[in-house]
């Protein structure tokens, strides 16, 4: 089976600029997440949606990060505007419930680099 | 809230065996994950404990004990390719979300 797709690989932009990355999970998958994963620390969770509907979004910073999964497949991750301390690797991962015994495929992330 | 501990970083030698500790702190749990990720690389699924016990999948196994709030990923027959972070993950109560430890960087030498 294909596994998760992200695009862009990497991205540099200046702050204040705004950013968009997108993200494809796996066929059937119901259970979409976004993470943020800065250098040298593990995967923090951004957003979890179960279809197209969001089960959890405590730690997205919403007054400058917004996500949505239209259909419930395909999802965009948006950051505007950008700050330093965004720099870090934005991971998409999926997976088919979204309990914990369910394994999460991640995709290859997107490395957001910020100047 | 909810915070996972894991040793920063292991080393050991190929052929050894490692393991490698985490303690959790959460009012509810389901249980815990492990994720190894390469430098560069995306996390993969190593193994799940929901209950209390040893769970075994080839050179790699995990273990549990709630009461204790605490589990460790058991590596055996150390390989140069198991050079990587490993992350022990949870979920609490509803409404409490995923959580990933800091994870623990294992370096095998020759």
């Known amino acids: 089976e294909a596994g998760v797709a992200q695009s862009p690989r990497y991205k540099i932009i200046e702050k204040r600029q705004s950013v968009a990355f997108w993200c494809n999970p796996i066929s059937g998958h119901a259970t979409l997440y976004w993470y943020q994963q800065i250098l040298g620390q593990g995967p923090k969770l951004l957003i979890q949606f179960q279809n197209n509907g969001v089960v959890d979004d405590s730690q997205l910073p919403k007054d400058r990060f917004s996500a949505e999964r239209l259909k419930g497949v395909d999802s965009t991750l948006k950051i505007q505007p950008a700050k330093l301390e965004d720099s870090a690797v934005y991971l998409c991962?999926?997976?088919?419930?979204?309990?914990?015994?369910?394994?999460?495929?991640f995709g290859d992330g997107t490395r957001l680099s910020i100047l | 809230g909810q915070s996972l501990e894991q040793p920063s970083e292991v080393t050991a030698v190929e052929g050894a065996i490692v393991q490698i500790n985490c303690t959790y702190q959460t009012s509810g749990f389901y249980g815990l994950s492990w994720y190894q990720q390469h430098d560069g690389g995306a996390p993969t699924f190593l193994s799940y404990n929901g209950l209390d016990g040893l769970e075994e999948t080839g050179r790699f196994s995990s273990f549990l004990s709630r009461s204790d709030s605490y589990g460790y990923l058991l590596l055996q027959e150390l390989q140069m390719k198991d050079s990587a972070s490993y992350f022990c993950?949870?979920?609490?109560?509803?409404?409490?979300?995923?959580?990933f430890g800091p994870g623990t960087r294992l370096s095998v030498l020759p």
């Open positions: 993950a949870m979920k609490g109560n509803y409404g409490q979300n995923f959580v």
């Open positions: 991962a999926s997976s088919l419930e979204g309990t914990i015994n369910q394994p999460q495929h």
